[in-house]
């Protein structure tokens, strides 16, 4: 029962993704043809412009630059999580056409750190793993799957449009956010960052937009809300 590891890749990104969003946003506030918008739009003001619409919440002008994931080495609980965002495109594996040989699966690092826990974790996954092949020989994959557990490795491709990512990782950024999804954002935000910086400057997790934690305990990172908003 092979453990899985997580992997991300960036596979495809809209060319010129912070001149594009730049020269969406600056046609709404400029009464200038197409020629001569593009000409205006320079790196130094599409970085102007992009800070300007973030601080404003001005965000469709985002919409226009998307980035395409592919991802392997997460569970099927991490999945689940990344599929609630419904402002994106997913494809996944399926485990109906797709037997699931070798058995891969992600073991959380608080099981792994308990030998106790490692072994309870380990004899499940064998019981699973047993009862799906007994299964396999008597019924077909889409049943057989039932008893699959949610520690499960799965493949996903994702694609999403940057205002759709800054809602992603604002929430899943979170130190308090589930460790798996928020390993998957971290690995996700250091592509963006790499393939947009400009877009994605004022990106981060949401108490750097609001300036305290809306959570019911914070980390410590910024104050709670009622500390930070009198009266
Ligand atoms: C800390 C945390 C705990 C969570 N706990 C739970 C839980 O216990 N149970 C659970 O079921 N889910 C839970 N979720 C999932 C959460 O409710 C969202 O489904 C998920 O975070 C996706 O966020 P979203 O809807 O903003 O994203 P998207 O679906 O990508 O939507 C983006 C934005 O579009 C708008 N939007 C999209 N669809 C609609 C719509 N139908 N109507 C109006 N506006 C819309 C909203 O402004 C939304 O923020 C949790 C998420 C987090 C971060």
Redesign the pocket.
Known sequence: MPEAKLKVEMLAFTPKPGETAATAAHMCYAGIDIEKLKQKVSPEYAKKLLKRLTEEGHMSPLEHASFTFAIEGISRACSH?LV?????SFSQQSQRYVKETGFNFIVPPKVKSNENSLKKFNESMGQSEKAYEELLKEVPAEDARFVLPNACETRIIVTMNTR?LY??FE??L?V??QWEIRCLAEAMFKLCKEAAPLLFEACGPICDRLGYCPERETCGRKPLRKDAIKG
């Open positions: 999580q609630r965002h419904r402002i994106a759709s809602n992603f929430r899943r979170c308090r956010a």
